[in-house]
């Protein structure tokens, strides 16, 4: 059996996949009947029809007329298991670190869990997007507003084809000052402009 | 006279100061950012969604519905100028648009543009004064099962809509369908699909997935491809059209206003098929002057008066029966579900300040566009001409503001990040977010309404097509899946959107 259109065998997969994930744990909800439908019945029906669709599409990826390398992405088998395998022990060990480990470990964990995962499916860009506007999120609240535009600029023009250090230093300045004053004076949006020191 | 008194109180609401300009900032981001290539009119809304969270819900959905208006004059001005779409609707007018700016005539081709729009705004603004309360009064009289095979017809006609395979389509709606449920259940308050994780009993964030899929995803994959080197050269010249050639493009204006005002009420409908419809009758009628594709005026300004007739007829069916028509329209409605509102026909009679205000600067809103785009086109060249690796950072700041700002959480980040992969992975895998998010918004609207149906029909599926209506509707709908896919539809189905590219 050859791979002949890419797209469809990912997009197959991937149909499959949450098709399958909804089916299943909404078997932990009440089904009720036809007449009184409880909370699993909707997704029941629904992830059941997805992941048969998911199984036509997957199928019609090895017979289709329509060639694509399944190659579309640069993915990375290894990338990927190793934050499987660090993921689902974060995520059943949650509670458990949180309570005897304090919140930092927690969050490390994830994070490389996280970077694992994005990275697996792409180039340096598009990890280094998203794992930039993920610590933006986490830092504007401790870091303030301007700090994290800083970093978000540096990080985001760094994942560019282009860097050029003087014109993005110029930049999030500006864009510092920009956001400050239209988002939190402006707008008046709750951020914390500078870190909230010694509070 | 019950529309000239309606429309009193609406004239009333747009033209008060505040609302002006709110009118105006929405207008102005709008074109704004809708010049910028490679961000869509979805990707703006979600972007200045938060900046109307502070606002009364009219400011508020006066401000939205300018911003869309906004970004799609933003993106046409971009297909004439550098050949690339802003947005898919304005796909088409890149074929003659841009050949005209090539030929030296930029400036008639944007003149052109901002008039029929103009003339199609104001006819479509009309339409929906006038259709509007009919069309709540019958909706009045749905009950659940109507309502459940209205969502049905109109998440078929997105299919329609949808490039490429039928079936990843329909996939993809069904997952949007999928996403929707998650959170809480309002009928048995059970939590679902929520992991345990106290952010998701709220349900996913609407604008997490829309800014993920819309504005992260746009960002990765044009990194990806690398800076485009084309740079808009061209001289614009002046503006206005001669007589010669404004009357030359009249029938196309009024043909596009037509085809583009019905097709925009039709389920599953709006710009996109507008614009595609009135080129393809443009290219049937018109014989002389210049062929298609190669500089014609009438190919400038039918679609682009269809795509602002159309884009603004999409309207009608959100206002009257709460239920979206496109991606866009969802987020509409996205928007007025954070406002407190409930979208639906009891709007129109409960908040008519809202209902006509909202209406009647949809005309504002398009005149404000002509004063604004004309002379301001030197600017938005300008905004051309910056390069993406300043660009993209600004963008990509807005976007994570903004989705932070909904709720002011950081999990929200997360969410949105791993929206912005699974976008990027959609558009790699060629399944088609935007079904997704209309499947999204539907999702717990359809489940309430089909329970509800099938309890007041004591369990009777055969109530869907007992019901005279309903009935209409579920067999319009697969009418429709029969129809695209009957082989030789198929096959000028593909040809439309290989056009396109």
């Not at chain 1, 997805?50 to 599409?57: D, K, P, Q, R, S």
Request: contains cysteine.
């Amino acid at each position: 059996m050859q791979i002949k259109n890419g797209k469809d065998f990912w997009s197959g997969l991937m149909f499959m996949g949450f098709g399958i994930a909804f089916f299943v744990l909404s078997r932990d909800y009440t089904m009720g009947s036809a007449l009184r439908m409880g909370p699993g019945y909707f997704p029941t029906v629904l992830g059941g029809i997805l992941a048969i669709l998911g199984l036509m599409v997957f199928a019609r990826s090895f017979k289709s007329e329509i060639e694509h390398t399944w190659r579309i992405f640069p993915f990375n088998w290894k990338l990927f298991t190793a934050a499987v395998i660090v993921g689902i022990p974060a995520f059943i060990l949650q509670k458990w670190m949180y309570a005897n480990l304090g919140q930092w470990p927690v969050y490390l964990v994830n994070g490389v869990g996280i970077v694992l995962f994005f990275a697996s499916f792409g180039k340096r860009s598009l990890y280094q997007i998203l794992v930039i506007t993920i610590l933006f999120g986490y830092l504007l609240k401790p870091a303030g507003l301007v700090i994290s535009t800083i970093l978000l600029i540096f990080g985001a023009a760094m994942a560019g084809h282009e860097f050029k250090f003087k014109e993005v230093a110029i930049m999030a300045v500006v864009l510092a000052a920009v956001s400050s004053a239209a988002f939190v004076y402006g707008l008046g949006l709750p951020f914390p402009v500078w870190p909230e020191l010694g509070r | 006279m019950e529309l000239l008194h309606n429309l009193y109180i609406g004239f009333g609401v747009a033209l008060s100061p505040i609302n002006l300009w709110y009118a105006f900032i929405g207008c102005l981001l709008g074109t704004l950012i809708g010049v910028l290539p490679g961000i869509g009119p979805l990707a703006t809304i979600a972007m200045l969604l938060p900046v109307t969270f502070t606002l009364n819900p009219t400011s508020a959905l006066i401000m939205l519905a300018g911003i869309y208006y906004g970004a799609q004059y933003g993106g046409s001005t971009t297909a004439i100028l550098v050949n690339i779409p802003g947005e898919t609707s304005s796909a088409i007018t890149v074929l003659d648009g841009y050949q005209m700016a090539r030929q030296g005539r930029a400036g008639p081709a944007l003149g052109i543009a901002a008039l029929g729009s103009f003339i199609a705004g104001s006819a479509a603004t009309l339409v929906i004064a006038m259709a509007a309360p009919p069309l709540a009064e019958i909706a009045l009289k749905f009950g659940p099962a109507e309502y459940f095979s209205l969502m049905v017809l109109g998440l078929v006609g997105a299919v329609v809509l949808a490039h490429g395979s039928v079936l990843k389509a329909i996939a993809m709606i069904i997952l949007g369908l999928l996403l929707g449920l998650v959170g809480t259940d309002v009928n048995s308050g059970v939590a679902r699909f929520s992991f345990g994780v106290a952010e998701l009993t709220d349900g996913l964030g609407f604008v997490g997935i829309a800014m993920g899929m819309f504005g992260y995803g746009e960002i990765i994959l044009n990194l990806e491809k690398g800076e485009s080197t084309e740079v808009f050269t061209a001289k614009v010249g002046k503006l206005l059209p001669s007589w010669d050639e404004f009357a030359y493009s009249t029938p196309a204006i009024i043909r596009g206003t037509v085809l583009g005002s019905i097709l925009g009420i039709l389920p599953g409908g709006g710009a996109l098929l507008a614009s595609f419809a009135s080129y393809a009758v443009e290219k049937k009628l018109t014989k002389d002057r210049q062929k298609f594709g190669e500089g014609n005026i009438r190919g400038v300004a039918g679609p682009e008066s269809a795509n602002n007739a159309g884009a603004q007829t999409s309207f009608i069916p959100m206002l009257t029966l709460g239920i979206p028509s496109n991606a866009i329209m969802a987020m509409m409605i996205g928007a007025m579900m954070i406002q407190g509102i409930a979208p639906g026909p009891q709007v129109m009679t409960e908040k008519p300040q809202l209902f006509w205000g909202m209406i009647v600067s949809m005309w504002v809103g398009n005149a404000m566009l002509v004063i604004l785009n004309l002379p301001l086109i030197g600017i938005w060249i300008k905004l051309l001409t910056v390069p993406y690796r300043i660009l993209f950072p600004s963008i990509l700041l807005f976007c994570t503001i903004g989705v932070y700002s909904v709720q002011n959480s950081a999990f929200d980040s997360i969410q949105t990040a791993l929206f912005g992969l699974f976008g990027y992975f959609c558009v790699k895998t060629e399944a088609e977010p935007a079904p997704m998010l209309l499947g999204y918004i539907l999702g717990p609207l359809m489940e309430e309404n089909l329970r509800r149906a099938m309890l007041l029909s004591r369990g009777d599926p055969t109530v869907f097509f007992i019901r005279p209506i309903s009935s209409v509707m579920l067999v319009f709908a697969i009418l429709l899946l029969i129809i695209i896919i009957l082989p030789n539809v198929r096959k000028t189905r593909d040809q439309a959107f290989v056009e396109e590219d």
